[in-house]
C-alpha cells in the first residue's frame, strides 16, 4: 500500500514523535511517505520513507492592512499549499493520505486524493473557536478521523462523530527509571498549554521545605524568555534548569524522583505516558481527558488545573514517602503496557487495511 503522511514539521513535538513510530512501522512492508514544511527533524525516519516538501508560496503579503486582509493572506496561502499537496498526490497516487494537526488536515481537505484520514491530536474547545471551527472544515472532507480520547471527539457533531474512531498513541521507551536524585522533572515545550509557569511557582514553595530538590524542563524553547524571567524573579537559578530539547530525553530523566505535568488542556499526554513506561511516578493535572486515559487504574496522581497549593500538596507527599512512590510507579508502568507500539500499531494498521 501506498501511504502518505502530511504533517507541518518532524522536530520537538509529541505529535511528531507518534508520527516517527507510526511511520516507521508501516515502512517495513509498505510504501511510506512525507510530505512536511522543514527539512529540519529530531525524530529518526527510517530511510525506506520518501521525503517531499512544501515550498513558501509566492503571494502578496497583504497583512499590513489589517485583520481582513491577514485572513485573505492566509487563505491564499492555504489555497497555494494545497495545491502543492495535490501535485504531489497525482505524481505519487497515494492509496491513502493520513494527516496530523489542523493545518496539514485542511490542506488534506482541500487537495482531494483517494482516502483521507486524519487525525485530531489536541483539545478543540481548550483551543479556541477558530481552531474548532478549522478542524470542523476539514474533516468534512476526511473518510476516517482518528481521535486520542473519546471525549474529543465527543465535542464533535454527530456527522462528524460517525466517521470517528479512537485510537491512542503508541509509546516506546526503551530506558528505565532508575531514581537515586532529588530531581523533578517535566517534558513538554515552551507553551502557555504546558503551563510551566505554574510548576516554577510550585517549585517555589516545595523548594521551602524541600532545599536539596531541583526542577529539570526539557522541551523546545521558543525564545520568548518568559520562563527565563520567573526562574529570576523568584530566586531560582541554580535550582531551575532549562534544559532544552534533548534526543537523550529518556536518559536525561532517568534518575527523577519524580515526573510533573502541569498543562492546563492536552488531547493525549505523550510524555506523561512516557514518563508511566519508564517507571517514574507521576503527577499531572486533572485536565480533561486525562481521567478517561487513567480509568481506575491509580497510576498517576492528579491535582486540579492551575490550582498551585495542591500541586505543591502532591509534590511534598511524593518526596517524603518512597513507598507511595514506588505504588504509582508500579500502577504506572502496567497502564503504560496498554499504549505499546506492540498493541497500538496493529490498531493503526487494521484501520489502514481493512
Avoid at 497525482?90 to 490542506?107: A, H, R, W, Y
Avoid at 532545599?211 to 525564545?223: M, N, R, V, W
Avoid at 493525549?268 to 487504574?297: H, Q, Y
Wanted: hydrophobic fraction near 40%.
Amino acid at each position: 500500500m501506498k501511504i502518505l503522511i502530511v504533517i507541518s514539521n518532524m522536530f520537538a513535538g509529541g505529535a511528531q514523535r507518534v508520527v516517527s513510530r507510526l511511520a516507521n512501522s508501516l515502512s517495513e512492508d509498505n510504501d511510506v511517505m512525507m510530505m512536511t514544511f522543514h527539512t529540519d527533524r529530531s525524530f529518526f525516519l527510517s530511510e525506506k520513507i520518501r521525503m517531499f516538501y512544501f515550498h513558501e508560496p509566492a503571494i502578496r503579503d497583504l497583512r499590513r492592512y489589517g485583520s481582513f486582509f491577514i485572513s485573505l493572506t492566509n487563505e491564499m496561502r492555504t489555497l497555494a499549499l494545497s495545491r502543492q499537496l495535490k501535485k504531489i498526490k497525482k505524481e505519487v497516487k497515494p492509496d491513502v493520505t493520513i494527516s496530523f494537526l489542523d493545518n496539514p488536515n485542511l490542506l488534506n481537505a482541500l487537495s482531494g486524493g483517494r482516502v483521507r484520514i486524519m487525525s485530531e491530536r489536541n483539545n478543540p474547545r481548550s483551543k479556541g473557536k477558530a481552531y474548532y471551527y478549522h478542524e470542523l472544515l476539514a474533516f468534512l472532507f476526511a473518510d476516517k478521523i482518528v481521535f486520542q480520547t473519546n471525549s474529543v471527539k465527543s465535542m464533535f457533531p454527530f456527522y462528524i462523530r460517525r466517521k470517528g474512531v479512537v485510537l491512542p498513541n503508541p509509546v516506546q521507551v526503551e530506558r528505565a527509571a532508575v531514581g537515586g536524585r532529588k530531581k523533578i522533572v517535566t517534558m513538554g515545550r515552551h507553551h502557555p498549554q504546558k503551563n510551566h509557569e505554574l510548576l516554577i511557582r510550585a517549585f517555589a514553595k516545595f523548594s521551602d521545605t524541600h532545599p536539596s530538590h531541583t526542577l529539570h524542563i526539557y522541551g523546545k524553547d521558543y525564545g520568548d524568555a518568559r520562563l527565563e524571567t520567573l526562574i529570576e524573579r523568584m530566586g531560582l537559578t541554580g535550582k531551575v534548569f532549562l534544559e532544552g530539547f534533548r534526543d537523550d530525553v529518556h536518559e536525561a530523566v532517568s534518575d527523577a524522583e519524580q515526573f510533573i505535568l502541569s498543562s492546563d488542556y492536552e488531547g493525549t499526554p505523550n510524555a506523561l505516558l512516557e514518563a508511566m513506561m519508564m517507571g517514574l511516578p507521576c503527577i499531572s493535572t486533572d485536565f480533561e481527558g486525562v481521567r478517561e486515559m487513567l480509568g481506575d487504574s491509580g497510576a498517576c496522581r492528579l491535582v486540579p488545573v492551575g490550582d498551585e497549593q495542591e500541586l505543591v500538596k502532591a509534590m511534598n507527599a511524593f518526596a517524603d514517602d518512597e513507598v507511595l512512590r514506588r505504588g504509582y510507579s508500579e500502577r504506572g508502568m502496567r497502564l503504560a503496557k496498554e499504549y505499546s507500539l506492540e498493541r497500538v500499531i496493529p490498531q493503526w494498521r487494521s484501520l489502514l487495511f481493512r
